[in-house]
């Protein structure tokens, strides 16, 4: 195996983890409630905008969409 290819695999896998871990990261801050203050059985909870959470989805999957296209080279 030369230099080229083991370089190929490494950053394949990289981009798989990294693409597993930012849809992950972004799924949790999707479905993960903001809680603003919490005093007693009194808890009050933040709607905020999700909009870098969609964004970590999907520069996800362009991370496994890279990790796998670098596979079928």
Same mark, same amino acid.
């Given at each position: 195996? /030369?230099? &080229?290819?083991?370089?190929? /695999?490494?950053?394949?896998?990289? #981009? #798989?983890?990294?693409?597993? !871990? !930012?849809? @992950?990261? @972004?799924?949790? &801050? !999707?479905?993960?409630?903001?809680?603003?203050?919490? %005093?007693?059985?009194?808890?009050?909870? %933040?709607?905020?905008?999700? &909009?870098?959470?969609? =964004?970590?989805?999907? !520069?996800?999957? #362009?991370?496994?969409?890279? @990790?796998? =296209?670098?596979?079928?080279?």
């Amino acid at each position: 195996m /030369n230099d &080229t290819n083991l370089l190929k /695999n490494v950053l394949r896998i990289v #981009l #798989l983890i990294v693409g597993v !871990l !930012l849809v @992950g990261y @972004g799924l949790y &801050t !999707l479905f993960t409630p903001e809680v603003i203050m919490q %005093a007693g059985p009194l808890k009050v909870e %933040a709607q905020g905008d999700k &909009t870098q959470s969609y =964004a970590m989805i999907g !520069l996800g999957i #362009l991370a496994l969409i890279g @990790g796998v =296209a670098f596979r079928k080279r």
